[in-house]
């Protein structure tokens, strides 16, 4: 079984909608990341987490919450869909000793 | 702010001929930096995790080198088969414990 899980693995939604991407993994490391990926852009960070309920802002936040309630399980909410949001957003996890990154297999969400 | 720049953006070659990526940073005072490969419509795969005090990693036919001082990693694939092609990312990590990105070197291994 995949150490990380990201539901759903496509979504199609209309502008406005509060939308949830969910991200879980089984290593038990607390290090959590949200990632989009957009042509021209490479991957840019959105929010992390080093434990439960310690979350911070990364350098493309702006209209994106997350929570960490469980070790597992990192969710990350877009408050009112914008077409700007359309992207593949991946969720990573970090090792304890090196923080190799290890990623779940992606999320494709398209805002109409 | 750390950047990173991987030249060239796209690459093609026939198959056996051995690969050289490049990646490049601004920042030197990183803590290491990892070599991802990712597939069409895939997840990122790490390959590769090299320490900032060491030169080299080794894994199969793939060998990393890295040299902190000029800002620099290359990533060496040997004798390349069609199964390489792929986008392959590189990404430097500092004080904190996130990772910044360059854009991909997307390599096509012709038959």
Same mark, same amino acid.
């Given at each position: 079984?995949?150490?990380? +899980?990201?539901? #759903? !693995?496509? !979504?199609? +939604?209309?502008?406005?909608?509060? &939308?949830?991407?969910?991200?879980?993994?089984t290593k038990g490391h607390d290090r959590m990341y949200w990632y989009r990926q957009d042509p021209g852009h490479g991957l840019?960070? &959105?929010?992390y987490s080093y434990g439960v309920k310690d979350t911070d802002k990364g350098e493309v936040s702006d209209g994106y919450s997350v929570s960490r309630s469980k070790t597992e399980d990192f969710l990350l909410t877009l408050e009112s869909a914008t077409s700007s949001q359309t992207s593949v957003y991946f969720c990573a996890i970090g090792g304890p000793l090196?923080?190799?990154? *290890? *990623? @779940? #297999?992606g999320t494709r969400l398209t805002v109409l | 702010k750390q950047e990173v720049t991987q030249i060239p953006a796209a690459l093609s070659v026939p198959e056996g001929e051995n690969l050289v990526l490049n990646c490049s940073f +601004?920042?030197?005072? &990183?803590?290491?930096?990892?070599? *991802?490969?990712?597939? #069409? @419509?895939?997840g990122l795969t790490s390959l590769l995790l090299i320490q900032s005090s060491q030169r080299e990693q080794t894994s199969g036919r793939l060998n990393a080198s890295l040299d902190k001082s000029s800002g620099r990693s290359t990533l060496y694939i040997a004798a390349s088969q069609p199964g390489d092609s792929a986008t392959?990312?590189?990404a430097v990590r500092q004080a904190d414990y996130k990772?910044?990105? @360059?854009? @991909? +070197?997307t390599v096509t291994v012709r038959a």
């Open positions: 079984d995949a150490d990380v +899980t990201q539901t #759903p !693995r496509n !979504r199609i +939604t209309k502008t406005g909608k509060r &939308i949830m991407l969910e991200c879980s993994q840019r960070l &959105i929010h090196y923080n190799e990154q *290890f *990623f @779940g #297999p | +601004t920042d030197s005072a &990183i803590y290491n930096l990892q070599w *991802f490969r990712q597939d #069409p @419509g895939k392959y990312l590189c990772l910044s990105f @360059g854009a @991909g +070197t």
